[in-house]
């Protein structure tokens, strides 16, 4: 299994009967086989905010509840969380959070085990898949005991790399008593909260000394006493790996931290060296309570500690000739701005940077915003996030979910002399409206903002493997639900009904139309799209295309639309009648992954990309 499947075969054996979550990889598997299991209630909610609130009411009703989300999504669910270790549980809570460490598919690389510290809550850190289904069991347990929410942290490599875990049997868990009501414990009124806040501090204390004794928390023995070694997640798995004779302390129960296993090791070592990935959290408590150790002064902050980083540090630090190898921490690429020429087995190709699917109902929009000048674009999460790369160069700004709209509305109220011509153009998807851009297009027209924004609604969270969210009229199962009218939406919100716009992205003209139109209105504008995802199962394709070699001019307009199933087959140049050089590029197009969206042909002045009848991708 993977760490994914795991956590959720593991929170089913426990018995959680209600599992919660917004997509977000690499956490997003865990729901995904959740809602597999028999016995056990799954949805995904509109935001992990919600998924907490959700997880929180079935564990005060009595049931074991699961929510799970990627490390910025406890950024939003941390309202929920905050307030919760004071209330604490009924039936065992689980929040599992799983870190990025290494950007893989992140727009930061936060540690989510602050957590565990900011809101006094235990934290358990699986080092394989067979810990990450022990421990989530573990989980609840440790929950109902401590009477506290417990965060069980992943990170891509827990949640995806595969490995042999041995399963068990379900048993039922519930407290039978359901919910009882208790206003003093669980409405947080601040005289309520005064009264909570010592027994949390208390509740802390007694963690701290079961950390000590809990049985996750263990020293592997070791001959060479040169270096010991804190560990705790998949670094452990790295340092056995790089150094199996060194004495280790295996941290499982990672907040509170065992400092008397810690001292235990510091004493059996010449030197003590901490492993821990990203930020040096345990290593300035460690140094807070007077123990010698060694971390980020060896160690980089950045990306996995895997043996490549391992080896070499360690290396320097004893005095070792230092063997170079191959670095696993990513450095990042510049990501090419134009297309240069690469020679490969005497074909000239262009770059392929990450791009969109091919046919994307995205392309058309992005198409036309690198065809419109003088703007200002805010951009948001998700895979319309590429639009920021090569061939359309067409975002200015990516914070977070749902920010498109805030940043866009200040783009607008905080603009210079030098931009009072530009228009403001906002760029989300549908689930990431629903999860927090809802209320930044409501701030927009509430403060009589002048801001067009363009929904991009292709009925399925695209980013993360195309779940359904309330635009798609599915729920997880597939089975049919209602689904939002955007339009009826935006006009709740603020939006006069004649400043809506539903446009099919395929039809370039009307698209462009449009944009155009709604950007020169002083007025707060919204141009949904509405066509699906290509990975959907009710995606239609049209017959697949291709190209006439002998009517094709070379002219490149085909490749702005940054198609991938277009490719480059061979270049000239050529020396214009005004002595100037001209680059052809004379393309194909790769028809066993066209889906016949008809882009392309809107670009091609020579009418040289044609239909393939009877061709349809399956």
């Given at each position: ?175 039978e008593a359901g919910f009882q009501k208790d206003a003093s414990r669980m409405v947080m ?406 889906t016949g969206c008809d882009l392309c042909p809107k670009t091609c002045g020579p009418d ?5 009848e009877g061709f349809v991708r399956q």
């Open positions: 299994m993977s760490g994914n499947e795991a956590v959720s075969r593991g929170a089913w054996e426990a018995g959680c009967r209600v599992a919660a979550a917004y997509p977000g990889t690499p956490a997003t598997e865990i729901l995904e086989y959740a809602s597999q299991m028999p016995d056990m209630y799954s949805e995904w909610s509109v935001n992990e905010k919600i998924s907490l609130e959700v997880a929180i009411g079935a564990s005060l009703a009595g049931s074991r509840a699961l929510c799970a989300m990627k490390h910025v999504g406890l950024n939003i669910a941390a309202d929920a969380l905050m307030t919760q270790t004071l209330v604490g549980v009924n039936g065992g809570l689980v929040i599992a959070v799983a870190d990025d460490v290494g950007l893989s598919s992140s727009q930061n690389e936060q540690d989510s085990r602050f957590w565990g510290r900011f809101a006094h809550v235990p934290m358990l850190e699986p080092a394989d898949a067979q810990e990450a289904y022990e421990m989530v069991k573990y989980a609840f347990e440790l929950s109902e005991r401590f009477n506290a929410p417990v965060i069980l942290r992943m990170t891509t490599r827990i949640c995806h790399v595969k490995a042999v875990v041995i399963p068990g049997g379900r048993k039922e868990h519930c407290q009124t601040p005289s309520n909260a005064r009264h909570a806040i010592p027994r949390m501090y208390e509740r802390e204390d007694k963690l701290r000394m079961f950390s000590d004794e809990c049985e996750l928390n263990y020293i592997k023995k070791g001959n060479d006493k040169r270096v010991g070694y804190i560990t705790s997640g998949p670094t452990f798995m790295h340092v056995q790996e790089s150094f199996p004779d060194a004495p280790t302390l295996k941290i499982g129960l990672s907040y509170p931290l065992p400092m008397e296993k810690i001292r235990e090791l510091a004493s059996q070592v010449e030197q003590l060296v901490i492993v821990e990935e990203v930020e040096p959290i345990a290593e300035t408590e460690i140094k807070a309570a007077g123990i010698e150790v060694l971390g980020k002064e060896i160690l980089p902050r950045i990306g996995e500690l895997a043996p490549d980083v391992l080896r070499p540090a360690i290396a320097k630090l004893l005095g070792e000739e230092v063997i170079q190898e191959s670095s696993s921490i990513p450095v990042p690429t510049p990501q090419p701005q134009v297309k240069v020429p690469v020679s490969m087995h005497n074909a000239d190709i262009f770059p392929r940077p990450p791009t969109m699917c091919v046919a994307c109902p995205h392309l058309g929009i992005y198409y036309c915003l690198s065809k419109i000048r003088n703007t200002s674009i805010s951009g948001d999460i998700g895979c319309y996030t590429l639009g920021a790369g090569h061939p359309w160069n067409a975002l200015d700004t990516t914070i977070c979910m749902g920010a498109s709209m805030g940043v866009a509305h200040g783009l607008d109220k905080g603009r210079v002399e030098a931009d009072k011509d530009k228009r403001i153009i906002a760029v989300i998807g549908d689930s990431t409206f629903m999860h927090t851009g809802m209320q930044g297009l409501l701030d927009i027209t509430y403060n009589k903002g002048n801001v067009t924004v363009l929904l991009l609604d292709n009925r399925a969270v695209g980013m993360t493997g195309g779940q359904y969210n309330p635009g798609s009229g599915r729920d997880i199962h597939g089975e049919e639900s209602m689904r939002v009218s955007f339009a009826k939406l935006c006009e709740a919100l603020g939006v006069k009904s004649e400043r809506i716009h539903k446009v099919n992205p395929y039809e370039l003209p009307t698209l462009f139309k449009a944009i155009r139109q709604e950007i020169n209105i002083n007025d707060t504008s919204v141009i949904i799209t509405n066509q699906p995802c290509v990975l959907v199962d009710f995606y239609g394709a049209q017959p697949a295309l291709s190209v006439d070699d002998d009517k094709c001019t070379g002219c490149k307009n085909c490749l702005s639309i940054g198609c991938p199933a277009i490719y480059v087959t061979r270049r000239e140049t050529v020396i214009k009648p005004n002595g100037k050089e001209r680059d052809l590029a004379f393309v194909r197009i790769d028809s066993a992954a066209c040289a990309i044609i239909p393939m």
